[in-house]
């Protein structure tokens, strides 16, 4: 293959744009397959019909932006939500494609379309590239079913992954603590659309549709209402703050499994008028007016492998605060553009809430260097250049010894 030549890429993924309810792993996987087809390369991707809670997409061969996206039917989209993807005919359709490309891209670790794919990579010897995206920790729930999924399938794919890819030194050690070897572990960020900043937004009739009067001060939550969001521990927070600062607490995305529990929370601290709910976040002028009617986004997450809320916030210039469990946290308070607490401390959140609301001249100017710090580091083109040549140093023989 010459130097130049289109490169041939099958990315496998449970879920596909549309399907934003699932979260920053869609977003990824479709903004470098579109831009890599604009660049000249033929990307298909093989998936499923999951698109959210309640829909899914048709199932069979789609053009989405120039890419041909194959998709298979879920036995059930109920337990697909649930994150158990069960779509009879996938492993029969990866045999029929493999043949035809130089590299896969397999996204997510412990899932049904990763175990089904083992015994076809094994037989064609194809090199693949195995993106996580934040799931490979064994503690964060369903502890027993990813043990003995590590035996029978993911320590395979660990172990025989051309690249193993990090999204941030946080991934990295995970990848190590998992026994693979540093010269096959790769950190590429995510990105964010850096051009988004120019979409029109009319922060006032967001305000108004949702009941939040002008001039009170706004706090943000952006993302999928799930336990480890940890958006309970913001309510706490929030909480303590409300007696000396009379304020609103938006609660923004679709509901993963708690949004009761949280609402209830709310009541049992006598804070329910204080709060939003505003749903599924639909379109990028509805985010961008989550992000520019709060005077604070907050990611209060027991476990984030990255943060895209906190990079989308920081290019809507509006300040952050994270915990220390979120894999920008270091970069957050390397480059002094944002806010970082410990998980569970109420006080220190309290603190640094009070601080965002009460001094905002300090908290804007920060924001203002976070979006230019967003802009240089982490817009998709630079991104995808790292994904061009990781795929083509994989697809060229003579290129794999330049650190895979």
Request: proline letters at 5%.
């Given at each position: 293959?010459?130097?130049?030549?289109?490169?041939?890429?099958?990315?496998?993924?449970?879920?596909?744009?549309?399907?934003?309810?699932?979260?920053?792993?869609?977003?990824?996987?479709?903004?470098?397959?579109?831009?890599?087809?604009?660049?000249?390369?033929?990307?298909?991707?093989?998936?499923?019909?999951?698109?959210?809670?309640?829909?899914?997409?048709?199932?069979?061969?789609?053009?989405?932006?120039?890419?041909?996206?194959?998709?298979?039917?879920?036995?059930?989209?109920?337990?697909?939500?649930?994150?158990?993807?069960?779509?009879?005919?996938?492993?029969?359709?990866?045999?029929?494609?493999?043949?035809?490309?130089?590299?896969?891209?397999?996204?997510?670790?412990?899932?049904?379309?990763?175990?089904?794919?083992?015994?076809?990579?094994?037989?064609?010897?194809?090199?693949?590239?195995?993106?996580?995206?934040?799931?490979?920790?064994?503690?964060?729930?369903?502890?027993?079913?990813?043990?003995?999924?590590?035996?029978?399938?993911?320590?395979?794919?660990?172990?025989?992954?051309?690249?193993?890819?990090?999204?941030?030194?946080?991934?990295?050690?995970?990848?190590?603590?998992?026994?693979?070897?540093?010269?096959?572990?790769?950190?590429?960020?995510?990105?964010?659309?850096?051009?988004?900043?120019?979409?029109?937004?009319?922060?006032?009739?967001?305000?108004?549709?949702?009941?939040?009067?002008?001039?009170?001060?706004?706090?943000?939550?952006?993302?999928?209402?799930?336990?480890?969001k940890g958006i309970d521990f913001l309510i706490d927070a929030f909480a303590e703050l409300i007696p000396a600062c009379h304020a609103i607490l938006l609660i923004a995305g679709p509901d993963d499994g708690v949004e009761q529990d949280l609402k209830a929370q709310c009541q049992r601290l006598?804070?329910?008028?204080?709060?939003?709910?505003?749903?599924?976040?639909?379109?990028?002028?509805?985010?961008?007016?989550?992000?520019?009617?709060?005077?604070?986004?907050?990611?209060?997450?027991?476990?984030?492998?990255?943060?895209?809320?906190?990079?989308?916030?920081?290019?809507?210039?509006?300040?952050?605060?994270?915990?220390?469990?979120?894999?920008?946290?270091?970069?957050?308070?390397?480059?002094?553009?944002?806010?970082?607490?410990?998980?569970?401390?109420?006080?220190?959140?309290?603190?640094?809430?009070?601080?965002?609301?009460?001094?905002?001249?300090?908290?804007?100017?920060?924001a203002l260097r976070g979006q230019a710090f967003v802009r240089a580091h982490y817009n998709w083109d630079s991104v995808t250049d790292l994904w061009e040549a990781a795929y083509r140093r994989l697809a060229v023989p003579a290129l794999k010894q330049d650190g895979f």
């Amino acid at each position: 293959m010459a130097d130049d030549s289109p490169l041939h890429i099958l990315s496998v993924t449970p879920y596909y744009s549309p399907a934003w309810a699932y979260g920053g792993p869609v977003r990824v996987a479709c903004e470098v397959a579109v831009r890599l087809v604009r660049r000249g390369h033929i990307v298909e991707v093989l998936t499923t019909d999951a698109l959210d809670s309640g829909r899914r997409a048709e199932a069979g061969l789609h053009d989405v932006d120039g890419v041909a996206v194959r998709r298979v039917r879920n036995i059930s989209n109920y337990l697909a939500w649930r994150r158990f993807f069960l779509p009879p005919g996938y492993q029969r359709k990866l045999r029929q494609m493999i043949t035809q490309f130089d590299v896969v891209h397999l996204h997510e670790f412990r899932s049904v379309l990763n175990a089904a794919a083992v015994p076809v990579l094994r037989a064609s010897g194809k090199p693949f590239i195995l993106s996580p995206h934040g799931s490979l920790p064994v503690e964060l729930g369903r502890t027993t079913y990813k043990r003995v999924y590590d035996r029978l399938y993911g320590n395979w794919l660990l172990n025989h992954a051309a690249m193993c890819h990090a999204i941030t030194e946080m991934e990295s050690r995970q990848f190590t603590e998992q026994g693979v070897e540093k010269e096959r572990i790769k950190i590429f960020p995510n990105g964010i659309d850096v051009d988004v900043i120019k979409e029109r937004v009319v922060v006032d009739a967001f305000k108004k549709k949702h009941g939040i009067p002008e001039g009170i001060p706004v706090i943000g939550y952006l993302g999928r209402l799930n336990k480890i969001k940890g958006i309970d521990f913001l309510i706490d927070a929030f909480a303590e703050l409300i007696p000396a600062c009379h304020a609103i607490l938006l609660i923004a995305g679709p509901d993963d499994g708690v949004e009761q529990d949280l609402k209830a929370q709310c009541q049992r601290l006598g804070i329910e008028r204080h709060v939003r709910f505003t749903g599924y976040v639909q379109g990028e002028a509805e985010k961008a007016a989550v992000y520019r009617a709060s005077n604070v986004i907050v990611l209060p997450s027991r476990y984030e492998i990255l943060g895209i809320t906190l990079l989308e916030s920081l290019l809507n210039a509006t300040p952050v605060i994270t915990t220390d469990r979120c894999g920008l946290s270091k970069r957050l308070i390397d480059s002094g553009i944002g806010d970082v607490v410990p998980f569970g401390n109420v006080q220190a959140l309290v603190q640094a809430l009070t601080q965002a609301v009460t001094n905002r001249e300090v908290s804007h100017e920060r924001a203002l260097r976070g979006q230019a710090f967003v802009r240089a580091h982490y817009n998709w083109d630079s991104v995808t250049d790292l994904w061009e040549a990781a795929y083509r140093r994989l697809a060229v023989p003579a290129l794999k010894q330049d650190g895979f």
